[in-house]
């Protein structure tokens, strides 16, 4: 009982003062935020906010500076190196697809496996049974993957012949085979269309439901951030300026003036969820 109310309240994931100074140009200036456990957070912000410098952080690509703190599951992990950050629970997707194209989607996604097989993705010539069942529960978990997405019939297909929004599934599966705690997406629906983006919203609630993952987004489109998010932070010109659900961060002055300049406050602009579109 007590055990597991700790867990609950132990933040999947949690940055405290992080900043990063690229020369003379601070992109991010001490932002602390929180990923509770099992939820889906947005972080938004207009171009150049320093949304990507501070994904960087949290998955170790980036050191922050003048002393900030990256804590997953309460564990402190500032400064370890992307691939032990990954390992301990934090998988990501890229802005831009990084598959390997070459490869099938079944073997795309045992190559993300490795860091939990004893025996490699490609084994040696001679196997000891240990290895074939190894083998065999990899490939299974693989196809498991590949069905929970969705592209479970492509599964012996390259990567590069999959559609552009099965390439982003495959990204899904990929990642979720790390077995994360914190899954951090990176404008995931970039290039889809709207059919496809509200059927995103849908998998992302089922990613989150299903895997018991947390589910960190950086997102451009602002009817799949309103939608999906149960807690948005605002970064504008590398500082937190406004968090809350979608509702207290869509009337914020603040957000309404970072995304679309003071001027618009003054028609009572707010940002737009996509309901009202054509209204
Ligand atoms: N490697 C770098 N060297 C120098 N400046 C950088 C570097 N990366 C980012 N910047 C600057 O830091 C600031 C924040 O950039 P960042 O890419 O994090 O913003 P962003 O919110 O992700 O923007 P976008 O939505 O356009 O992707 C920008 O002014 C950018 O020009």
């Known amino acids: 009982m007590s055990e597991n109310a700790t867990l609950t309240t132990v933040p999947a994931l949690q940055a405290d003062d992080v900043s990063v100074v690229f020369g003379g ?20 912000g207009p171009n150049g906010a320093g949304k990507t ?5 949290l998955t170790g690509l980036y050191p922050t500076e003048r002393g900030g703190q990256v804590l997953l599951g309460g ?9 032990k950050i990954a390992s301990l629970g934090l998988a990501r997707t890229f802005q831009n697809i990084r598959l390997f194209n070459l490869m099938t989607a079944e073997e795309n996604v045992k190559v993300a496996m490795h860091s939990h097989l004893k025996s490699g993705v490609f084994g040696t010539v001679i196997r000891a049974p240990w290895q074939r069942r190894e083998e065999h529960e990899a490939h299974e978990f693989a196809l498991d993957l590949l069905k929970f997405v969705g592209i479970g019939k492509s599964a012996y297909e390259y990567a590069r012949n999959l559609s552009y929004g099965d ?14 705690r914190v899954l951090l997406l990176d404008e995931p629906t970039a290039g889809m269309n709207p059919r496809e983006s509200a059927e995103f919203v849908d998998f992302v609630h089922r ?6 993952v947390s589910v960190l987004l950086i997102e451009h489109d602002m009817s799949v951030v309103m939608r999906v998010s149960e807690r948005i932070t605002v970064l504008d010109r590398g500082e937190k300026i ?6 207290e961060v869509r009337t914020n002055p603040r957000v309404v003036e970072a995304y679309l300049g003071s001027a618009a406050n003054d028609n009572h602009v707010t940002i737009d969820d996509g309901e009202e579109a054509g209204s």
Do not use: C, W, Y
């Open 25 to 44: 140009l601070v992109a991010v200036n001490k932002v602390s935020f929180t990923v509770p456990d099992q939820s889906i957070v947005s972080l938004i």
């Open 207 to 212: 990613v989150r439901d299903e895997r018991k």
């Open 75 to 83: 564990r402190d992990v500032t400064g370890m190196a992307p691939h």
């Open 53 to 57: 410098t501070f994904f960087n952080v």
């Open 242 to 247: 406004a968090e809350g659900t979608a509702e």
């Open 167 to 180: 390439q982003r599934r495959l990204e899904v599966a990929r990642a979720l085979a790390l077995k994360p």
